[in-house]
């Protein structure tokens, strides 16, 4: 009640901060926080100083005590305590006593009801004494609290409840509330100020108001019997849930119609009565016993609570007089108090004895229909004199604001819904209703008439509200979280809470909503069709919706409503009637008046605006609401003086206090109310003969003498104020900041409502006029015919750039008032810490009225200021603080609209003057300083933009020609320009004219009537040096041309010089700051000479005047190039997306460039489908590719690689048919077969031979898949036709001359033959051999390799710098790195980044003979660099396994390709080796032999080391391409070759299988004896699970284990010398588990061995042993094949063939 907590900045917060300490002196405790107490207002008052120890930081009063909160968190209490049993019950005010109990604890706010008090705790705890006989002190059992006791405030919903952190405190006289730290309010005691959802009281326990959960509550005030709260705007709601059509509660509509003169009006400003209890008096109250349910909102304000009926029993019947109460308007609907005086103009329509009323009251007869009779008296009414009377008072009363006629009738309609006066009995109500009723079908009829349905339902064009949903309330979220049940009723309201509309989109909404329809008893109003028909313009508002974004929470929130409840007898609720409010509603005429602080006396109720207002409402019986307007039930101005700026609040029981700003910087206080007598002060309450009270708030004489006033509050008659003394002058400084601050958002918010609203306002709105005589219509031209469209655009742009400004200026001056009130220190200045915002928000709308100002607007504009200002503008010339005398009205709106930016200086001298009261080395100072150099600094700059604008402008005015139109820009400003012949053009001719404009953004030359626009940013100037001539010359480069100018002298060439250079760095980087702008530099730009590039526009690096580096160019056909770029041409890698016009899909390429053509590596996806991967030259497809045709399901897939010339597939490739199941190996030439290839099948038909004209023509030889062979002559595909032989499988065979297809019936001439069965000698000679007529392996794939010799700079293999190589690998790798680093979709690894970091070493560094250590490291360089792709190396091993993959596997997976398969890869090991040796001159040539490496053993051991795995038997000796390169390719290249090997050794390898499973069943000792082990090698025991077992007859699987595993493991190597490796790793094992049993060593003869090694293959059950034996034959390094490891792979090789031929007795 008789306090508040001020601001909306964390209590808590503010608490824990120490004052600022300016100097070593201020800080003591006998200059900050002194308190003052009085009472009245009579010129004999004098304060009395109340003397403590510490600093007060904040008071509350109740009725007859008081408590103090002094720094460090102590508590005192004065005055009376009859709740102090035993202690002393009354001090004086003057000796405060310490509340010991709190001791211990700090706390952090205070607060005090008539007789309780509490106080918060840092840590959010409450403590609550005093009287407690209704619950207000939150502890059950005792009616009086002595000391101060925790409150626990619990939240209920979670298990276990938890405790509420609470940020403050109010208390009224039976009841008290709490505001948590999640913005919710918290009630106990009694009474429906409560806000409670119950009939039971007291309530003991704290609960938490529903009706607020999810809003953000920023503050809380209780007066005696009814409480506030000051609510942050929800954000505006995108969607709107359909509303329902009648109240769920009472069950009227919620939209009524009163007819009025020729139209009707619909109105859905429906209150529900409901919520109101009953007294005695007659008033309302719910049925006794009933708990009403909680549920959702239904009609835009009305309160939540039960869904009781009108007529239901229990009510008492005098509430139906009432049942209009909530749908009059007293007020603007959009919540406009309608103000443009200090008077309040929404009282010259009403009497100052009576409640004005509205429509719509519940009828009380049965029918919903009304007779005629009363349709009409009802009408008789309507034309009484005294309406026209009223309307006539409201027309005259809003003739100020001179508003369009067109809308009048909707301003007042705002005003007075029903515009009639209402009686006291209810009968009028009850017509009215009943006529409503009456005229629905009507009014829904001509709304679909007029099209304007859909208007009424414009808050959402869905449907209704949800079936079964009571009342038709929309579906809402039972017991959903409170943030959405909220989000539904703030859906439900519409936009009347919402306080982010100006004036045009109230006036829009307004429009909306209450559509004026045509009369009962009349035709069609004109000028509603005309209305109708109107286009809607879109509107400005002109309050930021949401506030700044970057402002956060760092300001103070100005977009708040301010809710009320309790009881309303005195009107102290502010909703225009005396009745109760059980739960909190929204005061709607506040919700845009930026409210941020509520106070709350006995019975009268305060808000105080960011504009430094004071609304007042409630009792007004001494005068303590600062006005006598009638009536007293709705929020208005308190009469102050203009100028006076109220900024702390302060309410008692019949008195206000208001600390304000005055002429001067030093705060000055004003009281209105009762005035206490000094002989009444002990006097009972309720004497009156003692008092008198103010007409209006006086000033008390004697604040000056206080010093500088923080903070002021009153309750019961008494007065307090809190002030500091100025002893270094910070505190002074600190006022005057926060005074200038709200005198300067006064003066904005000034100009926004009687400048900029109405100038908009002229260009929604056009006026239609009747003149008395004639009634022809007059009609002003709009705001948009005189300006134009551009310059409409801007003045909108410039409005909501004002709104912005002004919005961020009464946040920061309402964050600068609560700096006063509670902590005075520097660090809480936000304008310091985030002087950005406010720099950000100054520097766009000095541009936007600099734009606005270039383009002429403030010329348009002074027409139709004209018109509207009239000739002698005083208004302007007072806001715009002009003096001079007839000053032309465009120049006064120019010097208006600037006006802002002289603020800046303001800043900056507030600030150096704060500065001052510190120590220069203190931080402080240093922030300061620092602040002031930036405001200052922006202040100048600002000062050049206008005086760019305005030079801008004037040349715009002299300018001529018809290019003003397409060369004058907003943002364009002039910088200079060679009207006096200072800049030439070199070589133009003698008559011709050549003018040189330079911009901020362009360099414009002009001739005689044509122009040329060259853009800055793509503008180098050099000046020509002076030497040789005597021009001063500069030559001016742009991407299409390049000309010289010469200047009239050198001062000139240098000033042209300077200023293009400063204009172009300015266009770039916005400072201008460097003499020459950088030579490269991005920019966008739009080519129209260049044929190749014409109209396509380039946007990216530049290096002078060419585009060199990653950028991007879009052609207007669709073609796009993204990538970069190298004297003005595609060059590296880059993206190139072609539309195809003929399937309206893309063709896109993406890889290397050159020169501007497609040339190096790349992918290109054709729209048909088909996709290239591979090597471009010159825009061609030229090297070693892929192409990939179809899909898998699409008509004829394929796939050929191979080699490329000239876009056409030339050389040796490889193509698969899928479609028809064949692989096509060989030669190519002209995109046809032509040469030797090979064919397979799927069906195993092969084929080797000649190819001519892409057909089999020429000598081939056949094969069928049962060794069917035909060796001859072929002219078709499969189609033999000439001399052959045809052998079968069982070596029977025809030699003649044959003719046919394959497949389908040979014609045959010649003989036949079968061979003698003991003719071997003939049977060899039948014998075919595959791979004679194929293509050689060394001329497979020559353009793969190619390549990789060109990378390394060679022109042909081997013929090249070794040095040069070195180089191009070093850079390709650095080139890829960056490449990768800039697409961020082709990421490298962690893992490829290190190999690449090692792959930067040359180890080619060392000339000499390559020794073992040397051999190794280039080992190690090989397998890296076969790695990673960007190594050229790399990328021939990638390019390689990719082709031998597409060769072998699928169709190309036939056997007999194993011998080209071997031969192929024993061709790469030769050519690679090749490229090695040249890359390391010194490593010996195949066969060659390193020397023995040194004697040291170190190195010995290091380098065998190192070699363990991979050589034999002393590795590294002898060089060979398969010792070094064979560990990186073959296990890239292993399945399709050992495929190969399976498919050629299947038959031999079932045979040995078989035998093997056969074998394996015997037991070990069995087996042993079967292969003939002799017994001394048998083992007598075997380890099993760690402990030796004795082998007996029956033990299986356990002798020679460890041999076995070790030999399985030949089947998870790849490598020859791995699997050689392996065997070895075997003999090892057997000798090993040999010598433990015979315990002395041996040496093994063959016969021995065999036997042993037999019984281990068996047991190892390899699978495919022969392929295993077959790879390791073929490709084994030829200088093991007679050491030690050939002689245990012939030993291998041994048993499998003695395996298979086994046989078992």
């Not at 939540?304 to 029993?313: E, F, M, N």
């Amino acid at each position: 009640m008789h306090q508040h907590c001020h601001g909306q900045i964390s209590v808590m917060e503010s608490q824990r901060k120490r004052y600022a300490a300016p100097s070593s002196g201020e800080d003591s405790s006998g200059e900050r926080g002194l308190l003052h107490t009085w009472k009245g207002y009579s010129c004999s008052v004098t304060p009395e100083r109340v003397l403590l120890s510490r600093p007060v930081l904040q008071a509350a009063l109740g009725t007859r005590h008081g408590v103090l909160l002094v720094e460090g968190g102590q508590v005192y209490s004065f005055g009376e305590f009859p709740w102090k049993q035993s202690q002393v019950s009354e001090v004086g005010p003057l000796k405060p006593v310490l509340e010991s109990a709190l001791s211990g604890q700090r706390v952090v706010a205070v607060a005090a009801g008539n007789f309780h008090s509490g106080a918060v705790t840092e840590d959010g705890g409450v403590h609550m004494w005093g009287e407690n006989s209704f619950g207000q002190c939150g502890l059950s059992s005792l009616t009086v609290v002595p000391n101060p006791t925790p409150v626990a405030v619990l939240d209920p919903d979670t298990s276990p409840p938890h405790t509420i952190r609470v940020l403050e405190l109010a208390c009224g006289e039976q009841h008290s509330l709490a505001l948590s730290a999640q913005h919710e309010v918290w009630a106990w005691g009694s009474g429906c100020q409560l806000g409670l959802v119950t009939t039971i009281f007291p309530v003991w326990k704290p609960q938490k108001v529903e009706h607020l959960a999810g809003r953000h509550v920023l503050q809380v005030a209780c007066g005696a019997f009814h409480s506030l709260a000051l609510v942050r705007c929800l954000p505006p709601q995108e969607a709107r849930r359909p509303l329902p059509d009648k109240c769920g509660q009472c069950n009227q509509l919620l939209y009524t119609m009163t007819d009025k003169e020729d139209h009707v009006i619909i109105s859905d400003s429906h209150y529900c009565p409901l919520g109101v209890e009953l007294l005695d008096d007659g008033e309302a109250r719910l049925e006794p016993g009933r708990s009403p349910p909680l549920r959702l909102q239904s009609s835009p304000s009305e309160p939540l609570s039960s869904h009781t009926s009108a007529s239901a029993p229990g009510l008492h019947p005098s509430i139906t007089d009432h049942t209009g109460y909530e749908r009059r308007r007293t007020v603007a609907q959009n919540g406009e108090v309608l103000t443009t005086t200090d008077s309040d103009i929404s009282a010259a329509g009403t009497d100052s004895g009576r409640t004005v009323g509205g429509v719509g009251g519940a009828g009380s007869q049965n029918s919903p229909y009304p007779d005629d009779q009363a349709v009409k008296e009802y009408l008789k009414k309507l034309s009484d004199t005294s309406l026209a009377e009223e309307t006539a008072k409201m027309t005259i009363a809003r003739a100020s604001f001179q508003p369009p006629a067109d809308s009048l009738d909707l301003l007042t309609s705002d005003l007075l819904p029903g515009v009639m006066p209402v009686t006291t009995s209810s009968a009028l109500n009850s017509l009215v209703s009943s006529c409503a009723s009456a005229v629905a079908e009507r009014v829904v009829s001509t709304c679909e008439a007029l099209s304007l349905k859909k208007r009424i339902n414009c808050y959402n064009p869905g449907v209704g509200g949800v079936a079964g949903a009571p009342g038709g309330v929309p579906g809402g979220f039972p017991g959903g979280p409170a943030e959405e049940r909220v989000r539904l009723e703030e859906s439900m309201q519409g936009k009347k809470s919402c306080s982010t509309g100006d004036i045009r989109e109230e006036e829009a909404e307004g429009l909306s909503r209450r559509l004026s329809l045509p009369g009962l008893l009349s035709q069609v109003s004109p000028r509603l069709l005309r209305r109708a028909s109107r286009p809607k313009v879109r509107a400005v508002p002109l309050t930021p919706v949401g506030g700044l974004p970057e402002a956060g929470e760092l300001l103070p929130s100005l977009q708040t409503e301010v809710w009320s409840w309790g009881r309303g007898e005195e009107g102290q609720l502010g909703h225009g009637d005396n009745l109760p409010r059980l739960q909190p509603l929204c005061i709607k005429c506040l919700s845009s008046k930026e409210v941020v602080l509520v106070a709350a006396g006995a019975h009268h109720s305060l808000a105080l605006t960011a504009q430094s207002q004071v609304f007042s409402w409630g009792s007004n019986s001494s005068g303590q609401l600062g006005h006598m307007a009638c009536p007293t039930t709705i929020p208005r101005l308190a009469k102050l003086s203009e100028g006076i700026r109220v900024w702390d609040v302060g309410a008692g029981a019949q008195h206000t206090l208001l600390l304000a700003d005055g002429d001067c910087y030093q705060p000055i206080l004003y009281y209105s109310g009762q005035q206490v007598r000094e002989a009444a002060q002990d006097a009972p309450q309720d004497q009156t003969e003692g008092y008198s009270y103010t007409q209006q708030p006086v000033l008390l004489p004697f604040c000056m003498n206080l010093g500088y006033v923080s903070g002021v509050f009153a309750g019961g008659q008494s007065c307090v104020a809190l002030a500091d003394r100025n002893v270094t002058g910070f505190i002074a400084s600190l006022h005057e900041l926060a005074a200038a601050e709200r005198k300067f958002y006064c003066k904005l918010s000034s100009v926004k409502n009687h400048i900029l609203r109405p100038l908009l306002d002229l260009g929604e709105n056009y006026c239609s006029r009747y003149s008395s005589a004639g009634q022809r219509p007059w009609v002003r031209e709009s705001l948009g015919t005189a300006l134009g469209p551009a310059s409409t655009v801007l003045l909108q742009s410039l409005a909501r750039c004002y709104s912005r400004l002004c919005h961020l200026t009464g946040q920061h001056s309402a964050s600068l008032t609560a700096n006063l009130r509670r902590r005075r220190e520097v660090k809480s200045l936000v304008m310091l810490e985030h002087a950005s915002i406010f720099l950000d928000t100054y520097n766009e709308y000095c541009c936007s009225v600099g734009n606005f100002l270039v383009m002429g607007g403030f010329h348009a504009l002074a027409k139709p200021s004209l018109d509207f200002f009239g000739k002698c503008p005083e208004l302007l010339q007072r806001l715009a603080e002009s003096s001079e005398e007839n000053i032309p009205l465009s120049d006064l709106l120019v010097a208006l609209f600037y006006l802002p930016m002289r603020h800046l200086h303001e800043y900056g001298r507030l600030l150096l003057k704060l500065g001052t009261c510190f120590e220069v080395s203190s931080v402080d100072y240093q922030q300061l300083q620092d602040g002031c150099s930036k405001f200052e600094a922006l202040a100048l700059h600002l000062k050049r933009r206008r005086k760019e604008a305005e030079y801008t402008y004037q040349f715009w005015k002299s300018f001529p020609g018809k290019m003003t139109d397409s060369l004058r820009k907003p943002p364009r400003r002039l910088i200079c320009e060679s009207s006096n012949k200072a800049l030439t053009l070199q070589n133009s001719g003698r008559f011709s004219v050549n003018w040189f404009i330079l911009f901020n953004d362009a360099l414009v030359h002009a001739q005689f009537s044509t122009h040329h626009v060259f853009p800055l940013a793509t503008l180098w100037v050099e000046p020509i040096p002076e030497e040789n001539t005597d021009l001063y010359g500069l030559k001016v480069i742009s991407p299409e041309e390049t000309f010289t100018l010469l200047a009239c002298s050198s001062m000139e060439k240098a000033k042209w010089l300077r200023s293009i250079n400063q204009a172009v760095d300015q266009a770039m980087s916005g400072a201008g700051q460097r003499a020459e702008p950088p030579i490269s530099r991005t920019a966008s730009y739009t080519f129209y000479k260049d044929s190749r590039l014409k109209e396509a526009t380039y946007e990216g690096r530049w290096l002078a005047g060419k585009p060199n580096g990653r950028g991007m160019v879009k052609w207007l056909d669709g073609r796009i190039y993204t990538g970069t770029f190298k004297n003005g041409l595609e060059d590296g890698f880059g993206d190139y997306v072609m539309p195809s016009k003929t399937l309206n899909l893309n063709d896109h390429y993406q890889g290397h460039w050159k020169e501007g053509k497609m040339h190096g590596i790349g992918t290109y996806k054709y729209a048909t489908g088909e996709l290239y991967e591979g090597s471009f030259q010159d825009n061609m497809r030229h090297g070693h590719g892929m192409l990939r045709s179809g899909t898998l399901n699409s008509s004829s897939p394929s796939v050929f690689i191979g080699q490329w010339v000239h876009d056409k597939k030339t050389g040796y490739g490889v193509f698969d048919d899928i479609t028809r199941g064949e692989k096509y190996m060989g030669m190519w030439q002209d995109d046809q077969r032509q040469g030797t290839g090979v064919i397979v099948t799927q069906f195993g038909l092969y084929y080797e031979g000649a190819f001519n004209n892409n057909k089999m023509q020429g000598t081939g030889v056949l094969l069928s898949e049962d060794n069917t062979t035909y060796e001859g002559e072929f002219s078709e595909d499969w189609t033999l036709n000439g001399k052959g032989v045809l052998t079968m499988a069982n070596g029977d065979y025809f030699e003649g001359t044959f003719t046919g297809e394959w497949g389908s019936g040979l014609k045959v001439t010649g003989s036949f033959f079968k061979p003698n069965l003991y003719d071997s000698d003939g049977d060899k000679g039948r014998a075919v051999k595959l791979g004679r007529l194929a293509v050689r392996p060394e001329q497979k794939w020559r353009a793969v390799f190619e390549e990789c010799w060109m990378r390394l700079g060679c022109e042909a293999p081997g013929q090249g710098e070794n040095q040069r190589a070195w180089e191009n690998i070093a850079v390709a790798l650095t080139t890829s790195r960056r490449l990768h680093r800039d697409c961020p979709e082709m990421n490298l690894s962690q893992s490829h980044n290190i190999t690449l970091e090692s792959l930067e070493f040359n180890p080619q560094q060392h000339v000499g003979p390559v020794t073992m250590e040397r051999y190794d490291r280039i080992r190690h360089y090989l397998i890296k660099a076969c790695d990673t792709p960007l190594h050229p190396l790399g990328r021939l091993m990638e390019t390689l396994v990719a082709v031998y993959r597409m060769t072998y596997v699928g169709v190309g997976a036939n056997r007999r390709l194993l011998l080209q398969a071997v031969n192929e890869i024993m061709s790469y090991l030769a050519r690679i080796f090749q490229l090695v040796r040249f890359l390391f001159p010194d490593l010996p040539e195949e066969g060659g032999v390193i020397p023995e490496p040194s004697s040291d053993p170190q190195d010995k051991k290091d380098s065998n080391c190192a070699d363990t795995q991979l050589e034999s038997p002393k590795p590294g000796r002898v060089v060979s391409s398969s010792s070094l390169l064979l560990p990186v390719l073959l296990p890239r290249l292993y399945p399709p070759l050992f495929t190969l090997y399976a498919l050629e050794k299947e038959r031999e390898d079932d045979v040995y299988w078989e035998c093997v499973l056969r074998l394996n069943k015997q037991p070990d000792m069995a087996l042993l004896a079967f292969l003939g082990v002799q017994h001394k090698f048998w083992p007598v025991s075997v380890p099993v699970l760690g402990e030796r077992t004795e082998v007996v007859s029956s033990t299986k699987d356990a002798c020679f284990a460890s041999a076995t595993e070790t030999l399985q493991q030949i089947s998870t190597t790849f490598t020859p010398s791995d699997k050689l490796q392996v065997i070895q790793l075997t003999f090892e094992e057997i000798t090993k588990e040999v010598v433990s049993s015979l315990e002395n060593s041996f040496l093994w003869s063959m016969d021995d061995l065999f036997p042993v090694f037999l019984y281990v293959v068996l047991r190892a059950r390899i699978r495919n042993l022969g392929s295993e034996v077959s790879l390791i034959e073929d490709l084994m390094d030829p200088c093991v094949q007679h050491g030690e490891h050939g002689i245990m792979f012939t030993t291998l090789k041994a048993c499998y063939y003695q395996i298979q031929h086994e046989k078992t007795t």
